[in-house]
């Protein structure tokens, strides 16, 4: 018995599995050119943007033609596509053909909707018909749009780090205008890796301004509670972190970070110990579990025990 073959399938097949093919191995080189930073592939997370900008508010503005390559991140798809929305997974495969035959027949398509932050643009739905309008070199594509505040502008080449270092420098430039912090201490170098810092300093000055006035028959001024701060809370922390380099320690953090960690557990053991327990007694408590003197006792210990481990392995 001859077998039949096949029939050749349609042209419009052929072709759609030819680019989703093509769109796949663009995904694999782009990865493989950034392999010494993965997140320079990434899309953006649309949840990891909002939580890092905090938006106070949104506006819907309704249905816009919006330039292609503004498009950069994704609310849910944003693991399933490259920076260039090019497909990184064999099992989209089927609806991704669907969508570019759909488009090699001139099928009109609904239109994707968006979330604009900071001038970019992120897929609510419609990534599949994203990725194939970039396969296929369109320069627009019709949306609907919802608005998210923003005073940060995102490129297209930001990563997620990228942006937090934007988000903290602006902080940190508000807290300077606000508070007149260089013009009162001299200092520039109050600098932080986490987002919301400045205002948990803020708010430590507030505090310290509270206790400052409770013996005093009027309230001090701001300006003189932040030199105070300054000088009798603040840097007393900061040169026992340098001094026993504590920074060291903790990986990516730098003595402010720290600073603002030794006072938390202050908070905490004034619970315990009473309101008498000083934030220098809880910084150099802070010092004694993770400064230079334990590191080196730590580093005594792993040194005796890996030779008493080797010992045993030649006896054995």
């Known amino acids: 018995m ?9 042209h419009d097949f052929t072709q759609a599995s030819e680019d989703f093919n093509k769109a796949k191995n663009k995904a694999l080189i782009s990865k493989l050119s950034n392999i010494m930073n993965s997140k320079r592939d990434d899309l953006l997370s649309f949840y990891d943007v909002k939580e890092i900008l905090k938006p106070a508010n949104q506006v819907y503005l309704g249905m816009k033609s919006i330039p292609i390559n ?35 027949k001139d099928i009109p398509l609904p239109a994707i909707q968006l979330y604009e932050i900071g001038g970019a643009y992120f897929v609510r739905d419609g990534n599949h018909r994203v990725s194939v309008a970039r396969l296929q070199g369109a320069e627009e594509i019709d949306a609907e749009v919802i608005s998210l505040s923003s005073e940060i502008n995102i490129v297209s080449s930001m990563t997620t780090d990228d942006l937090k270092k934007a988000v903290i420098d602006l902080e940190k430039k508000t807290f300077y205008k606000k508070t007149d912090f260089l013009e009162l201490t001299g200092d520039n170098d109050l600098n932080f890796t986490s987002t919301g810092s400045y205002d948990r300093i803020y708010m430590h000055i507030l505090d310290h301004k509270y206790f400052s006035n409770l013996d005093k028959p009027e309230e001090i001024p701001f300006s003189d509670a932040l030199v105070s701060w300054y000088r009798e809370i ?51 408590n802070f010092a004694k579990r993770y400064g230079s003197q334990q590191r080196h006792t730590t580093r005594i210990i792993r040194i005796l025990l890996g030779n008493i481990f080797r010992i045993k392995a030649s006896v054995l």
Not at 2 to 10: D, E, R, T
Not at 78 to 88: A, C, G, I, Q
Not at 260 to 284: E, L, P
Request: aromatic share 12%; net charge positive.
């Open 234 to 284: 603040y840097m007393p922390i900061i040169k026992i972190i340098n001094k026993e380099r504590l920074d060291s320690v903790f990986q990516g953090k730098n003595p402010c970070d720290l600073y603002i960690w030794i006072v938390r557990q202050w908070d905490f053991q004034k619970r315990n110990k009473g309101c008498s327990y000083s934030v220098t007694a809880a910084a150099k």
């Open 70 to 104: 503004m498009i950069i991140g994704s609310e849910g798809r944003y693991r399933d596509f490259n920076k260039h929305f090019h497909p990184r997974k064999e099992f989209m495969r089927s609806r991704w053909e669907n969508i570019d035959r759909a488009h090699i």
């Open 2 to 10: 001859i077998k039949k073959k096949n029939p050749a399938l349609p």
